[in-house]
């Protein structure tokens, strides 16, 4: 079994959009506590690897190809350790998400935060033709943010959850296809 059921969501979205393949370099931002990063070591297999980064440290995935850094993702201490790891990735996962305080737009506001951070360091660290995707919850910011996307990228889709739960403020975009 895998550490979260947001696996599952990942393996969904990846048979349809194929941000991760086979010996891709992967890095997953928000990775605790492992789901996404153990579906991604699946696909990459032996030939590539995964840095999953996190405030929470990422425990028990035995996997040689796995390098988990414990941290916050919006500092430069961290991304200076990513950067180490490897300069250049072929696809960026986050599932990066603000502790939620049930305010819709503080929590919109608070999760676009995160992303524009992920998202800038994204643009310096994936290589052209790579592809990005991550969650947001969404709201008013999301459409300037899917207007820059389309200047970076060839294809952008937005992901809404399916009709059991609509509810739910929790979107997920794919970026695919870096342009430079
Ligand atoms: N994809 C993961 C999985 O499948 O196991 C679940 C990720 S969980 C929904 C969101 C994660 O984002 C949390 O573990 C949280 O600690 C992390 N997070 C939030 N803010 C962060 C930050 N500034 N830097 C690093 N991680 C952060």
């Known amino acids: ?49 995964v840095v999953g980064v996190d405030l929470n440290p990422i425990t028990g995935i035995n ?7 414990a941290g916050d993702f919006t500092t430069d ?16 996962i986050s599932d990066i998400a603000p502790h939620t305080i049930g305010i819709r737009d503080a929590d919109h506001t608070n999760s676009l935060e995160l992303v524009e951070k992920v998202y800038d360091f994204t643009i310096k660290t994936l290589k052209k033709g790579g592809s990005f995707l991550f969650k947001l919850f969404e709201g008013e910011g999301r459409k300037g943010l899917v207007e820059r996307l389309k200047k970076d990228f060839k294809d952008v889709r937005i992901i809404k959850p399916d009709a059991t739960r609509q509810g739910s403020m929790e979107i997920y975009i794919a970026a695919l296809n870096k342009v430079n």
Do not use: H
């Not at 996997?63 to 850094?69: A, D, E, L």
């Not at 201490?77 to 696809?91: G, K, R, S, T």
């Open 77 to 92: 201490e961290i991304l200076n350790q990513v950067l180490n790891v490897c300069p250049l990735y072929d696809a960026v």
């Open 1 to 49: 079994g895998y550490k979260s059921r947001a696996a599952y969501k990942l393996k969904e979205l990846n048979t349809k959009y194929k941000i991760i393949k086979n010996g891709y370099k992967v890095l997953d931002c928000g990775a605790a506590p492992g789901g996404w990063s153990q579906v991604a070591l699946e696909i990459v297999s032996d030939k590539g690897f």
């Open 63 to 69: 996997n040689k190809n796995f390098i988990s850094i």
